[in-house]
C-alpha cells in the first residue's frame, strides 16, 4: 500500500462510516419530524459527509503519478459516459410512459452507479497496462 | 515512442518497483513506459534522464508512427 493509499484510506473510510451513522440517524429523527426547513435540514446532513470522501478522492488524485492519474481520469470519463447514455435511455423510456422509475430513488442512485463505473473502468485500464 | 529504460534499469540492477521509488512513480508506470504503453511527460522523462545521467534523446527515441 502506498504512502498516497493509505491517506485515502485514513480519509475516506471514516467519511463513509460516517456517512453510514448519519444516514441512519437522519432517516430516523425524519420519521417523527414534520417542519419543512428541519426536514431538510435533515435530508441533507448525510451529505456532508459525502463531501469529505469526495474531499479524500480529489487528495488522492492529486497524490498520484501522471500514469495513474491518466488510467483514473480515463475510468472518470468513461463512467461519466456510460451513466449520462444509461440515464437518457431512461428517460426517453420514461418519457414514453414505458417505465416510470421513481425519481427520488433514480436520482439517488447517481452516486453510487457512477461509483461503481469508475470501479469498473478503472480495474479495465489496471489490467489493461498491467 | 521506444525508450531505452529497461536495458538502463537491468544495467544498474534495479527492479521496476526500485526505479519508480527514485522518480517517485509506481512500478505499474515504470512498465507502461518500458512497454511502450505510455508515453511520459516531460518532466518526467527529464527526470529519467537525470537519473540514468543521459541525454534524453539517447533514452527516448520517437517513432513515426505513418
Known sequence: ???ASRRYAREFLPAMAAYAVIL???????RSIEAIPLRALL???PFVPVVYAARA????LHAMDEFQRKLQLE???????????????LGLLAAADVIAPPVDLVLMLVLPAFCVLHGLFACVAARRYR | MKSRIRELR?????????????LGVSRQTVNAIETGKYDPSLPLAFRIARLFEKRIETIFQYEDEA
Open chain 1, 57 to 60: 478522492l480529489l487528495h488522492f
Open chain 2, 10 to 22: 537491468e544495467a544498474r540492477g534495479w527492479s521496476q518497483l526500485e526505479l519508480g521509488e527514485r
Open chain 1, 1 to 3: 500500500m502506498t504512502p
Open chain 1, 43 to 45: 435530508a441533507l446532513l
Open chain 1, 24 to 30: 441512519m440517524a437522519s432517516t430516523w429523527f425524519l
Open chain 1, 75 to 89: 475510468a472518470f470519463a468513461l463512467a461519466a459516459l456510460a451513466l449520462t447514455l444509461g440515464s437518457f435511455a
